[in-house]
Each structure stands twice: as structure tokens, then as C-alpha cells.
């Protein structure tokens, strides 16, 4: 992975709702510190107005890294785009995935400047 992190412009790490995978983070983060590379929380398969959500999301603003306002909800349609080799927008031009997407691509595009 160091490969990979001394390439990149901006890290974004993955955090699905679930404690095991803010505790997984944190060597992810370390590492795209050491590489002094800019680092920014998705949020992954959220589940708004949970209290796992809630904890989760506490759990990582104490992490130190940014955490962007996109988030993706836990849909189906994640899953079924990729089994069937498509992007979410290609599976699905309308809705809520393919809006949480766009906004996704429009943040980290404002985050890069393009």
C-alpha cells in the first residue's frame, strides 16, 4: 500500500457503520500520514438515524482525518452494480445511490480542484 499512498494526490478510506471497521482504520490512517498525503473519511454503508450509526461517527471524529459530508447508505444497489461489472450511475442513472455518488465525485473533485 505505501506504493499506492506515495502516488496519490488524496486518500479516502472507506468506514463502513460497524466499530471493527473504525478500529481497522486506524493503520490506514497511519500510514497516509507517514506518506503526508491529504486523508479524508468516506462514511460507507450508513445507517442515518441509528445509535451504531451515531457511535460510529463519533467514533470517527475522533480519528483526526477529515471526514467528507458525502456519505453512501447501505443499498442495495451497490452491491448489484458491481456484480454486474457497472458503476452505480450506469445501473442506475436516478435515485438516491446514484445522487450519493455524484455528490461523492463533486466533493473530492472540489477537495482536487478540478
Do not use: C, F
Amino acid at each position: 500500500m505505501r506504493w499506492v499512498l506515495r502516488d496519490s494526490d488524496l486518500v479516502l478510506v472507506p468506514v463502513s457503520a460497524s466499530q471493527a471497521d473504525v478500529w481497522a482504520t486506524h493503520d490506514v490512517l497511519d500510514l497516509a500520514e507517514r506518506a503526508q498525503k491529504p486523508t479524508h473519511i468516506v462514511m460507507n454503508r450508513t445507517r442515518a438515524g441509528t445509535r451504531v450509526g451515531d457511535d460510529v461517527a463519533k467514533s470517527v471524529a475522533e480519528l483526526g482525518a477529515g471526514r467528507l459530508d458525502a456519505s453512501l447508505a447501505n443499498r442495495v444497489i451497490y452491491a448489484d452494480a458491481l456484480g454486474r461489472g457497472l458503476g452505480v450511475v450506469e445501473a442506475k442513472k436516478s435515485g438516491p445511490a446514484a445522487d450519493e455518488v455524484r455528490a461523492l465525485a463533486q466533493e473530492v473533485a472540489g477537495i482536487l480542484e478540478l
